[in-house]
């Protein structure tokens, strides 16, 4: 029988590259919106393969983001790096966490999952509108890029910390993505060096970095845990052979062809689908307040650090650290399927995360338009 939520979604994945060409916007945003239109109306029911590659699709832009990073910029600044990172995970953290528990009267466990799940930084958000602004290799960009994967330690240390109880296939995915980075760090010029690979259909080294990534996420998956965090240390590491060597370099680009073309828009149309807004309109008013607390704090840790060593572009900085997204949605779906959030919950914070992907991009879109 045919699939007509197939047909749809690639209908949608088209018609969101149309309107982020016409509109200037980045195309993830506009993909998020469908999601959130189409899952509401009944236009689409994700299916398990949908889910799947959704999963593998946020995984693979935190890779990709994780090969942006310039490891000599990180070293030349990595005291203001850290300090912008840490703050622009702190005191969201702390605002939102004291919030929901004081104010909303959530418990304590679901206010400091609340709290973990806004403090992020969106990989996928920041990564997209580097490639679409051509900022990759910019200070701009490399500032972005090392402040969010700050952020982003932060806060899958407190998930990991605070909520995840390890076992021993916990501890085995731990394992393996620790030799698997070893491994890839040490012996990955065999596939991404070699000369006899230049101009070959067969794409080995884009062969090779799925079946790593896919290894990361079946550990993760068996140990209960996520396979973001490794794979974007991993894409750290091997960063220096796709910088260095035309083969890997040329590999790059293909790479960025294959996941922006099909395999990063269904991460982000499912990711919308996940917001039931039935659910968040009983719930409006604590919607609206996490969200403006939470842009509050990201403002409050991001905006003036990033004045003092950002010669222009502040703003734009931090409302694209404002961003929210994988991090977040993998916490909230930690926390609904560990039974800590009921459904409404689940979709009031997965909303907040959906609405602070969107508007600080929106901003940032503008006021970066606007200053060239």
Not at 65 to 87: W, Y
Not at 269 to 293: C, E, K, Q, Y
């Amino acid at each position: 029988m045919a699939d007509i939520n197939s047909l749809v979604l690639g209908i949608m994945i088209l018609i969101s590259a149309l309107i982020s060409i016409r509109l200037g916007i980045t195309v993830a945003v506009i993909e998020v919106i469908f999601g959130i239109l189409s899952g509401n109306l009944g236009f689409l029911t994700p299916q398990s393969w949908m889910l799947y590659i959704a999963t593998f699709g946020g995984v693979l832009i935190t890779f990709l983001t994780g090969l942006e990073i310039d490891n000599s910029f990180m070293k030349d600044n990595f005291g203001k790096i850290f300090i912008t990172g840490f703050l622009s995970f702190f005191i969201p953290f702390t605002l939102v966490s004291l919030f929901s528990y004081f104010i909303i009267n959530w418990s304590l466990p679901v206010s400091l999952l609340a709290g973990t799940a806004l403090s992020e930084t969106s990989v996928s958000i920041v990564y997209s509108a580097l490639v679409s602004k051509n900022l990759s290799n910019t200070n701009l960009g490399k500032a972005l890029s090392g402040t969010t994967f700050i952020t982003n330690i932060f806060t899958a240390i407190c998930l990991s910390g605070l909520f995840i109880i390890p076992n021993v296939y916990t501890l085995l995915f731990y394992i393996i993505a620790i030799l698997t980075s070893i491994l890839a760090y040490k012996y990955s010029y065999l596939f991404l060096e070699h000369t006899m690979l230049k101009d070959k259909i067969e794409e080995i080294e884009l062969k090779y970095i799925f079946l790593i990534l896919l290894i990361l996420i079946f550990f993760a998956d068996l140990g209960k845990s996520q396979a973001i965090l490794p794979a974007f240390i991993l894409g750290l590491l091997l960063s220096k052979y796709f910088k260095n060597y035309s083969i890997a370099y040329e590999s790059k680009k293909r790479l960025k062809i294959v996941a922006f073309t099909f395999i990063t828009p269904i991460f982000f149309i499912v990711a919308g689908t996940n917001v039931d807004i039935h659910l968040i309109i009983p719930g409006i008013a604590i919607f609206i307040l996490l969200f403006v607390i939470r842009f509050i704090g990201k403002f409050l840790g991001v905006y003036f650090i990033s004045k003092k060593y950002l010669s222009s572009d502040e703003l734009y900085f931090t409302m694209m650290v404002s961003t929210s997204l994988t991090f977040g949605l993998i916490a909230t779906v930690f926390g609904l399927s560990s039974g800590l959030l009921n459904s409404q919950t689940y979709s009031i914070l997965t909303g907040v995360l959906i609405i602070g992907a969107i508007i600080p991009t929106i901003i940032a879109e503008k006021i970066y338009t606007t200053s060239r």
